[in-house]
């Protein structure tokens, strides 16, 4: 039997090449939305509502009992109640309750692969590698890991992820796909020190959180399975996968 | 004084999110078509018409006296003379010649890069890496290295590429841009053998070069300062820089 095929989507500006219908994408978009996204859950969350703006999600936030959250520059923005670090959503917290929350790289491309026809949209960060990785493996469906990147400008952090993805699953797929191999390259070169490589490269979202004190929140977003589970985008919504 | 900026473009579909205004844009297509510009200008051709059809290449053939050229899946495109090897362009055969060369991605992008205002527009390739490098940190102007990419997806060679002549002339640049440093660590990973760095990671240009039975054409391409000028676009031709 023929092996799905695996592809890497460096930015949401590229994924008009690739063929997405009858596809599983991963959105990834490790900082911070994707990794805030699998704590809640991981929490106890109920569902998480991403939307593409502030003021949706102040305007959802009247219609429904939820909780608001997202950050502008470092900040909860405002109007909203929570920001995007995953230590705001302990399961003391977020057990039951259902987080609305507003991103803008990650969210974009959701809505994009939901438009283009994807079979199915899961997110990824390190927090649920192993979830996503398993679940891959046993759908042996075509694959795009899809980067959320930062206003379309390819990262390095998204980049990583979908280099770690592939280093775990690789023999379960043909990949023939150049960004794949250089996520895959580059993972390898930084997985001994995620963050050593992410300060010793000055990557650009590293230089932007460290400028707000988000060192701590950098670390954890890349730690390997502490939030594992597989957030699946079903109606709108994200849910956890049974 | 601030340094001048330097960023990287994976591929053409991303040069919108650059400011391609008074900036020296390289265009760079490894496998093939900057390299036999390199070449054939190294080897004495008076000039290098690049056009973005066969059709084009073919009707200039008849108004002009020149050597028309081009390939289609690894062959001579039907109606035109030679080949986009850089072994078909040997001194004695193109001195003081016009060839009018087709080619799709690396055409495209230096037709994009006028359309959006570059200051001037370069080609680089291994072949003239140092010409390139030399001529970018006297200029001390922004630059964008412009991989021009396999129908807009990003791909191994073009990044190598940038990811040399960023390790050479990084300190005399401002560099932030995630996809600069992730061609720097490609490059670095592979430089002491990039044609088995190609091969090892099954690139797909590579896969589909040595289809056509190519691999000397794509191990002369990765050859350092074989063909070492600095082809400058001006008025719609290629010619070496004085």
Chains 1, 2 share one sequence.
């Not at 991403?50 to 520059?73: F, H, Y």
């Not at 379960?172 to 250089?182: G, K």
């Amino acid at each position: 039997m023929n092996k799905p095929a695996l592809y890497t989507c460096l930015s949401p500006a590229l994924l008009h090449l690739y063929d997405v219908k009858n596809t599983i994408v991963v959105v990834i978009d490790v900082l911070r939305a994707t990794s805030t996204i699998a704590t809640a859950l991981y929490n106890g969350a109920k569902e998480i509502i991403p939307v593409d703006s502030v003021e949706k999600c102040i305007q959802l936030g009247t219609q429904i009992e939820c909780i608001t959250a997202g950050e502008r520059d470092g900040q909860i923005a405002p109007g909203l109640q929570y920001g995007n670090s995953s230590f705001e959503y302990p399961e003391t917290f977020i057990k039951g309750k259902i987080l609305v929350l507003t991103t803008t790289n990650g969210t974009r491309l959701l809505h994009m692969a939901l438009a283009k026809g994807a079979t199915e949209i899961i997110t990824g960060s390190f927090l649920n590698l192993s979830a996503v990785c398993v679940h891959l493996t046993a759908m042996k469906k075509n694959v795009i890991l899809g980067c959320a990147a930062w206003k379309d400008k390819p990262n390095i952090e998204d980049t990583l992820f979908a280099g770690a993805v592939i280093t775990k699953i690789k023999e379960q797929f043909t990949i023939n796909c150049d960004a794949s191999h250089i996520a895959e390259n580059l993972y390898n070169l930084a997985k001994d020190d995620m963050y050593e490589f992410m300060k010793a490269n000055d990557a650009s979202h590293y230089h932007r959180l460290t400028g707000f004190g988000l060192e701590k929140d950098i670390r954890h977003c890349l730690t390997i399975d502490v939030a594992n589970v597989l957030p699946e985008y079903v109606g709108g919504k994200l849910v956890k996968q049974k």
